[in-house]
Nanobody, 125 residues
Framework: QVQLVESGGGLVQAGGSMRLSCAAS????????MGWFRQAPGKDREFVAA????????YYADSVKGRFTISRDNAKNTVYLQMNRLRPEDTAVYSC??????????????????WGQGTQVTVSS
């Protein structure tokens, strides 16, 4: 069992930066691959980024590639999402998720077993 809590959301102007954190409690965090997803009002949840449990591989949605960076610190049981050059269309509730499935990089939310409550990110124009 893994519990996930996101933090770091808020309001930022377009072009600005923000870093989200996802703190995990429970055993064996370092054996879980992690993902970030987001959901804007009236839209489906969409994949943002994923990272292998070793941190050796990362994957991104095309819409954020080159602007967002996912990373993890297994000693701190935390995964991060650094977001740069934010756009109004990045406005959403961002959630982190954990899984041991190799399909973590597929971008499908059904590949993930544990979810945080989410944190709101609002980008003003």
């Amino acid at each position: 069992q893994v519990q996930l809590v996101e933090s770091g959301g808020g309001l930022v102007q377009a072009g600005g930066s923000m870093r989200l954190s996802c703190a995990a409690s429970g055993h064996f965090f370092s054996s879980y691959s992690m993902g970030w997803f987001r959901q804007a009002p009236g839209k489906d949840r969409e994949f943002v980024a994923a990272i292998h449990w070793t941190g050796s591989s990362t994957y991104y949605a095309d819409s954020v590639k080159g602007r967002f960076t996912i990373s993890r610190d297994n000693a701190k049981n935390t995964v991060y999402l650094q977001m740069n050059r934010l756009r109004p269309e990045d406005t959403a509730v961002y959630s982190c998720a954990a899984t041991r499935k190799p399909s973590y990089k597929s971008g499908s939310s059904s590949s993930y077993d544990y979810w945080g409550q989410g944190t709101q990110v609002t980008v003003s124009s």
